[in-house]
Every structure is written in C-alpha cells, then in structure tokens.
C-alpha cells in the first residue's frame, strides 16, 4: 500500500509531460509560470488552429457565456443548428451529431456503420476495415480500430468487428468487398502513426469499391480537418465523395467539440433513441466552432496560409540537404513530419532548450503542427532552430 504522501501527482500519469508548466497563451505563443515564452508548434496537438486565444473566438464565447451555457440536446440549440449547417455546406455531407471529442465522434461512425448495415438488411457485414499505422481514439471501440499493437497492449479482450489491412497497398483493395465489410474507415494523412500520405489512386479506387458495394467511406479528419492541411477537409483534393467524416480537434479553437457528419441516407440510420450526447453541440462549444469556422472559410485565409506553407516546406528540404540525420520530410499544409534517423526526443529537447515546441507521431518522426495563422518570420525561427539542431546532433553523432 502506498500513502498519499508518496504520489507526485493527484492526476493519473497518462501522458509523459513536458517539463512545462503552462500558464497563458496567445497567438503562436505559450508561456510558463515563469514568464518564459515558447513559440509553440504543437496547437494544443493540431487543435488551436488559430493560435491560442484567438480574439474573434473569444469574443463570441464570452457572449454566450452571458446568456447560456448548458440546457441538453431536449431543446433546439441557435448556435449548433448554426455550425451543422455551416459544416454541411462547406462539404459533401448532409447532416451533423455533435459530441464532445474525436474518439466520441468515431465511436459515433462506428455505430453508425453498424446500424446503416442493419437497416439495410446486410446481415453479415459485421466488420469495418481500418489501416495499419492508422490512430482511431482511446475508447473501446476506437482503440479496437486503430490498428497498432502498442495501443492494444494490455487492454484485451477487444471489441470484435475491425479488420486491418496495410495502408497504400494495392493487395488491400482486393480484401475489402469480401461480403463481411460495413465500412472501412481511414485517416487521409494518418497523424499519430508517423504522417503517411494516402496515395491519391489508392484512395480513389478504394473510394469507387465503397460505391460499388454501398460500403461506407468513413474519413477520419480529427486531425486533418479544419484548414490543418491546406484544404478545410483532406479528403477535398482527392475528388471523393465520403458518406461519413469525423472531425474534432481544429474545430473548437481548444474549446472540446466534436462531430460526425454523414450523407442524408446514412444520417437516417441515427433515428431519436439511437444515439445521443448530454453535452454534445453545447451552446459554448457550438459557438466556439462557429467562430472558428468563419475565419477559416474567410475568403484567402487557407490560400494564403498555403503560401507561407510553401516557404516552409522548402527551407525544410534545404535542411534534409545539410543533415543526414533527416531522412524524409512529408505531409501537407501544416501537418508535417520529420523522419529522423535517431530518436525523435532528442531534436524535441533540443528545440524546447530553444524556446520552440514541436511533438512527435511515433519513435522516429518530429511533427511539427503551427498555427494556420503563424507568421512567416516565427516559420524563420523555427526553421532556424532546427538547422542549429540538427548541426548540433551531427556533432554528437560524428564525435
Ligand atoms: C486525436 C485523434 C483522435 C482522437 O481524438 P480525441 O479527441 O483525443 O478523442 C482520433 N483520430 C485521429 C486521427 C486523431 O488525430
């Protein structure tokens, strides 16, 4: 047994924290309790997607949090039927169910995928295909269908009904019509697993053998949507059409919303009693996601958040040039990942001694996840940290 007096902490040690203790922030910037000032290229990870404390945001929250905060999904919410349209216009789904997280709104398509299958009479489609390397949420459900063995561990019996198959591989496209599949479901650029792009004919042709067989296209965009790669949604250049996505993250500034969105004959498998949330699309949370959705959709936000991106990406390539300790340099507008030949913490320490944070997605790549509304002279500093970094690990290395 041990006594109070022996923990460190009252809270459960999920996480290994940084040595940070975080106070305030504003814009690109974080701070400590002592004062001292980070630029900060997590985004709360890819969730303060117009930096912190963004004032449009702020202001409309601190409007409604004089008028209401809380009353459940019984009555009719201004705000929510506010962002479910806003949502549904800007992209090919019909209709929302809001929650409060991303694994929330996967465990969302989950369900529905089960009960589209069920109303359609498709009896032995028990299953739901997800990719390897792919990151779904720690619930139940999502930790079942993500499809790493690291997460699994120690959490058996799973939930039965996933099915993984290696990701960009044309061999997988043969393997998902085979009578037992509901859906398959699959981040564009998966995010924790280390950035992997989804190759474009890939996806398209896996997209077309959803179509063909009324199998559902699930995309999980909690951590590409909402402008985090260029486009409000991933799926968006690829030219397909997905009957459900999920988003989370981005969409609430840091305030914690999320939700699933799914085409008009999906969305009518989610009938009153099947599915519901207390806090789901709260009146601060729909506020908070409505103000940040109209500054992404403002007219030249993403497109010029695309601009300072280039420059990025290219000064980063400049810098794989110099070091042979980067071995590839991938992902798209601001979700972008370093693969480096040693261990990832170490450039993460070495740039937080430098005052910039950035996290990894796995043992080897450094992600490194801005602001859309970063600056291109803080892009200057980072870029510059990182040459200084990976100049000083050469060192090591050679030494
Ligand atoms: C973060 C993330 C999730 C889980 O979201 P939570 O809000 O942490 O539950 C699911 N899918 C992807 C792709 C994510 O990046």
Redesign the pocket.
Known sequence: MSSKSEISSAVMQTYNRFPITATKGKDSFLWDESGKKYLDYTSG??TCNLGHVPDNVQQAISVQLEELWHCSNLYHIPSQEKLASMLTEYSCLDQVFFC???????EAAIKIAKKYAKDKGYHDRIEIVTFEQ??????GS?MAATAQEKIHQGFTPLTKGFRYLPFNNKGSLSEIDNGKTSAVLL?VI???GGIHIADKDWLKQLSAICKDADILLII?????GIGRTGSLFAYEPYGIEPDVI?V??GLGSGF?I?AMLAKQHVAASFSPGTHGSTFGGNPIAATAGTATLKEIIKDGFLKNCNEVQDELFTQLKLIKEISPLIKDIRGKGYLIGIEVTNQASTWIEKLRDKQILVLPAGEKVVRILPPLTTTKEELQMCIQALKEVALELEEVTNG
């Open positions: 990870i890819a409060n997280s991303g694994a929330e709104a996967n792919s990151f779904h949420g720690r619930t999502t981040e998966q995010g924790e999980d965009e909690i951590q590409t999920t989370a993250k914690p999320g």
